[in-house]
C-alpha cells in the first residue's frame, strides 16, 4: 500500500476534469452567514436554482440534509423542478440505518414517487484501509434488500452529464473482480481543481455566471472543526470529503484510469528477471556484491514507475524484488561449489 501511495506522491500531476466546478462552504462563508445548515434551507435552496439558471448540467450537494430541509417551500421546489439533474448525499450506519433522505418527505416524496425520491440520493460512504488512509471507492452500494444504489459520485455524474459519462467506467468495472472497488486516481492535482467559496457565489453570477455552464457542480464544507477530512493516497494530510469527491468523480469520468494489475500476471517476467539476476551472479567473477541482481532490480522498479506514469498500472513491486534478490544473493552463496568447465585437452587441434 505505501509503494503505491509513493506512485502517487511523486507521479507528474495531473489536470482535472474541467467539467467539474467545486463550491465550498468554508470559514468565510460561515463567518458571512453563520445561521445553521438546518436553518438555511431557503438560502442555499434560491442559490441552486440561480446555478441552475446559469446554465449548469447538474448540482450535487455533498452535506446530509437535516429532516427541516423537507418544510422549506424553495427545497421543495427545487427538488420538483430538477429532481433529474440533482443529487443529494445519503450514509449508512453499521446497523443499515440509512441518513440523509428524511430531507424528502412528505407531499414532495409523494409527488416524485418512492423510486425517483430514492434515485435522487447517492452513498457518500468511505471505505479507508486498516491504516486510515483511503485508496478506493465504490460505483455502486448493495443495500439491505441486495438492490445495487449509487454511490455519491455515480449519481452525481449522471445527474450532470447523463449515463453515457459513466458507461466506460462501468465496463471496466465489470472486469475486475466483485466487491473490490477502483483505485482513486490521487495522482489528480486538486490545487487546480476549479474551486469557489460560497460566500463568492452571489456575485460570480452577478458578474461572469458562465463559469457555472455546462458544469457540475459539487457543494460541500471545508471550514474548521469539521470532521470530513480523510487522508487519501499520496497525501500528507488529510484533505476536505468535497475534494474526495471530486477526485472519485474524476476518475469515473476518465474510464478509472489506474488499474491495480495482480502479481499472477507478472510472474512469467518475474521468473525470467530472477534467472537474469541468478545467471548474472553466477557469471560474474569480478564484483564483491550480486551487481547483475541490482541492476535487474533496478530496471524492475524504473520500469513499474515508468509504466505507473505512462499508462496507470500499480506493477507490483515488493515481491518481485524479494525474488529477485533472493534468486541473485542465492546464485552468489552457490557459484564457489560449482565445478568449473572441463578445459580442452591441449593436444587436440
Known amino acids: 500500500r505505501r509503494l503505491v501511495d509513493a506512485r502517487f506522491r511523486y507521479a507528474p500531476g495531473r489536470l482535472p476534469d474541467p467539467r467539474l466546478l467545486v463550491v465550498v462552504v468554508d470559514d468565510t462563508s460561515l463567518t458571512a452567514s453563520p445561521t445553521l445548515l438546518g436553518e438555511r434551507a431557503d438560502e442555499f435552496s434560491d442559490r441552486f436554482e440561480q446555478i441552475f439558471e446559469a446554465g449548469a448540467s447538474g448540482v450535487a450537494v455533498d452535506f446530509l440534509l437535516p429532516q427541516r430541509w423537507s418544510a422549506s417551500p424553495q427545497f421543495s421546489r427545487l427538488v420538483l423542478t430538477h429532481v433529474d439533474r440533482l443529487a443529494l448525499a445519503a450514509t449508512s450506519g453499521p446497523d443499515g440505518q440509512v441518513v440523509g433522505p428524511e430531507c424528502i418527505a412528505g407531499l414532495t416524496a409523494a409527488a416524485l414517487g418512492p423510486q425517483r425520491a430514492s434515485a435522487v440520493f447517492g452513498f457518500v460512504d468511505m471505505e479507508p484501509d486498516g491504516d486510515g488512509v483511503i485508496r478506493r471507492a465504490r460505483l455502486t452500494f448493495q443495500d439491505t434488500s441486495g438492490a445495487q444504489r449509487d454511490s455519491f459520485a455515480v449519481r452525481s455524474i449522471r445527474a450532470a452529464l447523463g449515463d453515457g459519462a459513466i458507461t466506460a467506467a462501468l465496463q471496466r468495472q465489470q472486469a475486475d473482480p466483485p466487491g473490490e472497488g477502483f483505485l482513486i486516481d490521487a495522482a489528480v492535482d486538486r490545487r487546480r481543481l476549479s474551486t469557489l467559496s460560497w460566500s463568492r457565489v452571489p456575485d460570480q453570477l452577478a458578474k461572469d455566471p ?42 469515473i469520468l476518465k474510464a478509472l484510469p489506474i ?91
Open 259 to 349: 488499474r491495480e494489475i495482480g502479481i499472477a500476471m507478472w510472474l512469467p517476467i518475474v521468473f525470467l528477471a530472477a534467472w537474469v539476476a541468478m545467471e548474472g551472479s553466477v557469471l560474474t567473477h569480478r564484483f564483491p556484491m550480486p551487481t547483475w541482481t541490482i541492476a535487474v532490480a533496478g530496471a524492475w522498479v524504473i520500469a513499474a514507475v515508468t509504466l505507473f506514469v505512462v499508462a496507470g498500472w500499480t506493477v507490483p513491486i515488493l515481491v518481485p524484488l524479494a525474488t529477485i534478490v533472493m534468486a541473485g544473493v542465492t546464485a552468489r552463496f552457490i557459484r564457489p561449489l560449482l565445478k568449473p568447465f572441463p578445459r580442452p585437452d591441449a593436444g587436440l587441434v
Open 210 to 251: 458562465a463559469i457555472f455552464r455546462d458544469r457540475l457542480v459539487l457543494v460541500g464544507g471545508s471550514f474548521v472543526g469539521s470532521s470530513d477530512f480523510h487522508r487519501l493516497s499520496g497525501q500528507r494530510v488529510p484533505i476536505e470529503g468535497v475534494l474526495v469527491q471530486a477526485l472519485i468523480m474524476d476518475t
